[in-house]
């Protein structure tokens, strides 16, 4: 599986952003999908994931509320709705896919990783 993440920017605090992640190689569906973020001297964490259905998703509770994962697999594609952005969600952010979705929601052994797009949120 092949992931690509887009959708990265500079906005203001309290503005919104949407990334896209689109997977090549594998059907989508057979996956658990996530996204993940590295702010600048901070560890990689945990921000979303869905199920391969769709049927069940998790959120970090920084973004509770204020962010939606959802997923299209017709279109092998992952999204991360992000409303009233602050300052503190500025990082690169990653999409990733999994078979496990404990797997994936724990961020443990993931199978793959895209590359990072960037967030930066100014106040």
């Known amino acids: 599986v092949q992931l690509q993440a887009s959708g990265g920017g500079s906005v203001q605090a309290g503005g919104s952003l949407r990334l896209s992640c689109v997977a090549s190689g594998r059907d989508l569906s057979d996956y658990a999908m996530g996204w993940f973020r590295q702010a600048p001297g901070k560890e990689r964490e945990f921000v979303a994931a869905?199920?391969?259905?769709?049927?069940?998703?998790d959120y970090a509770d920084a973004v509770k509320v204020r962010f939606t994962i959802s997923r299209d697999n017709a279109k092998n594609t992952v999204y991360l709705q992000m409303n009233s952005l602050k300052p503190e969600d500025t990082a690169v952010y990653y999409c990733?896919?999994?078979?496990?979705?404990?797997?994936?929601?724990?961020?443990?052994?993931?199978?793959?990783w895209g590359q990072g797009t960037l967030v930066t949120v100014s106040s």
């Open positions: 990733a896919a999994d078979p496990i979705y404990a797997r994936l929601r724990a961020g443990l052994k993931i199978d793959y």
């Open positions: 869905i199920s391969g259905s769709g049927s069940r998703t």
